[in-house]
């Protein structure tokens, strides 16, 4: 395959079909591969990716970026003290005992908030049919944010058409900015009618943390919120997603996952293996060079997470699904200062799901037609490309049989 010939078009059927043998010549032949279309440098190999998100050259922040316009200046879009001292806002609600906390207070309600309505539907029949991506990949992650800020766990049904278009403006291609100020506004318009209403004594665990009682309301932070609103819920779906997805594609049994080692490496290796965002953008704060590609200063990087994540010189085999890999790293999350603050309860919400999962039922089946059927292996056309997913995933949950255990809280 020529990379002159290498389609870069992240929307293209050819790319969201399959983008690894993309990838995979790009990193052979011009892992920093300068793209017309997006008028930026393209860098594909793990060390580079890995090396550049750390490397204080290379910047987030930058004027015209769509973040910038869209939420302001955010933890996503800010360097250095400013960045540091933002964090240091956010970390008690994402460090490790604040985790254990939420998995009981919020995870675990959320999850089983939606599988309870499946159990329900399931009623007295041996199985059930489902929409994974819309019934749970969805569900959870918006139950979890409702819960989070403190909403009525109902509004998730509103939250979602206006948190979407946030998503479309920050993706490859993006969609409309003047629409996704609009569902911002509306977001920020919520957030204050909610703090307005906050009671003595409710469980707000974001909102009290970012807004204290009793002080004025900093609204220069209301962008920040809903910035949170779009990463706790979107990323969530597409890796949701992809866990589902490697288990069917492997069949592995939906028991296995009531091991929490073997759990804990089945996640793991998705993230690695089909991570929901491919692309991370960047900027070069001074003039570079990377493997004799001269890089000038202000000029746009595209840090391929995806390529990366399936690079030969970084992975044994990096194209099989392999959960008992002894190197279970990834860039799903990012990596350096702008590391994913969310990264631990986002792991415990998917350990929290696929766990109550495996005790709830006794099985799950992919059901319906399948896209991109191949010889010995099946892939689902998937969407997106910094929020990439699975376009849909149709299984059927099986009854537990009596005298099997069912989930503790």
């Known amino acids: ?29 011009e892992p920093v591969h300068w793209s017309e279309v997006f008028n930026a440098f393209l860098i594909t190999r793990f060390e580079d990716v890995h090396n550049l998100l750390s490397d204080r050259r290379v910047v987030s922040g930058f004027p015209m970026r769509s973040s910038r316009r869209l939420f302001g200046r955010t933890l996503l879009d800010t360097d250095g003290p400013r960045h540091r001292d933002m964090r240091k806002l956010f970390m008690p609600l994402f460090a490790g005992a604040s985790v254990k906390r939420l998995r009981s207070e919020i995870l675990i309600p ?22 994974f991506m819309e019934r749970v990949a969805v569900g959870v992650p918006y139950a979890m944010v409702t819960r989070l800020f403190g909403f009525p766990p109902e509004d998730a049904a509103w939250l979602r058409p206006r948190v ?23 977001l920020i318009d919520y957030l204050k009618d909610k703090l307005a209403d906050r009671r003595a004594g409710s469980r707000m665990p974001f909102l009290d943390l970012v807004f204290p009682p009793g002080e004025p309301l900093d609204e220069s932070l209301l962008g920040t919120a809903t910035l949170f609103m779009l990463a706790g819920t979107e990323t969530s779906v597409a890796t949701i997603g992809k866990i589902m997805y490697a288990v069917l594609a492997h069949n592995v049994e939906l028991s296995a996952l009531a091991d929490n080692e073997y759990r804990t490496r089945v996640v793991r290796e998705t993230l690695r293996w089909e991570p929901p965002s491919h692309t991370i953008l960047r900027y070069a704060s001074t003039d570079l060079n ?77 059901s319906g037609s399948l896209d991109g059927i191949r010889p010995g292996f099946w892939r689902l056309r998937e969407r997106g490309h910094i929020f990439r997913r699975p376009d849909h995933l149709h299984i059927r949950l099986d009854r537990r049989r009596e005298g099997s255990s069912t989930a503790d809280a």
């Open 1 to 29: 395959m020529s990379t002159a010939k290498l389609s870069l078009d992240f929307s293209s059927d050819e790319f969201l079909a399959d983008p690894w043998p993309i990838y995979k010549e790009l990193r052979r032949s």
């Open 290 to 366: 990377i493997h004799g590609v001269d890089i000038p200063r202000r000029s746009t990087l595209l840090l391929s997470l995806g390529s990366a994540s399936r690079d030969e010189n970084a992975f044994s085999e990096p194209d099989t699904w392999r959960p008992d890999r002894s190197d279970q790293r990834t860039l799903a999350f990012s990596a350096g200062p702008h590391t994913c603050l969310g990264i631990q309860l986002a792991l415990s919400e998917f350990d929290t799901l696929f766990e109550r999962l495996s005790l709830r039922f006794g099985g799950v089946r992919r």
């Open 110 to 131: 959320a999850v089983d908030q939606v599988l309870d309505s499946i159990a329900a539907e399931m009623g007295d029949m041996d199985d059930v049919e489902i929409e």
């Open 164 to 186: 979407l278009p946030l998503a479309g403006a920050i993706e490859f291609p993006a969609t409309s900015l003047d629409t996704a100020l609009t569902a911002k506004a509306e």
